[in-house]
């Protein structure tokens, strides 16, 4: 079984930063593709950015200059830095990884609870 926990989420004014954390846990042998999507109310889920194993990143063109992704392939963990935060930045923010090897097999599309980020003043 594997799972993905998504922490640092919270309340920051309008220009602050926030740091997400997804830490991957499980008889983990290797992760590909790992990201960071996101849902505002009312709105579908969209993708912040991506980082795959060898480090190559994409990043949405509404973030891009502003949140920077980023992982630790030891750690099983990657991390999303989000900087000059604007209230339309206001989702809950899911981690999911594409392609997890474990020691039962591979898993595909695995998401995380979420964690909320409001930006608000």
């Known amino acids: 079984q594997v799972q993905l926990v998504e922490s640092g989420g919270g309340l920051v004014q309008p220009g602050g930063s926030l740091r997400l954390s997804c830490a991957a846990s499980g008889s983990i042998f290797s992760i590909n593709g790992m990201g960071w999507y996101r849902q505002a109310p009312g709105k579908q889920r969209e993708l912040v950015a991506s980082?795959?194993?060898?480090?190559?990143?994409n990043t949405a063109d509404s973030v891009k200059g502003r949140f920077t992704i980023s992982r630790d392939n030891a750690k099983n963990t990657v991390y999303l830095q989000m900087n000059s935060l604007k209230p339309e930045d206001t989702a809950v923010y899911y981690c999911?990884?594409?392609?997890?090897?474990?020691?039962?097999?591979?898993?595909?599309?695995?998401w995380g609870q979420g964690t909320l980020v409001t930006v608000s003043s």
């Open positions: 980082i795959i194993s060898g480090g190559s990143t």
């Open positions: 999911h990884a594409d392609r997890v090897v474990t020691t039962i097999g591979v898993h595909r599309g695995v």
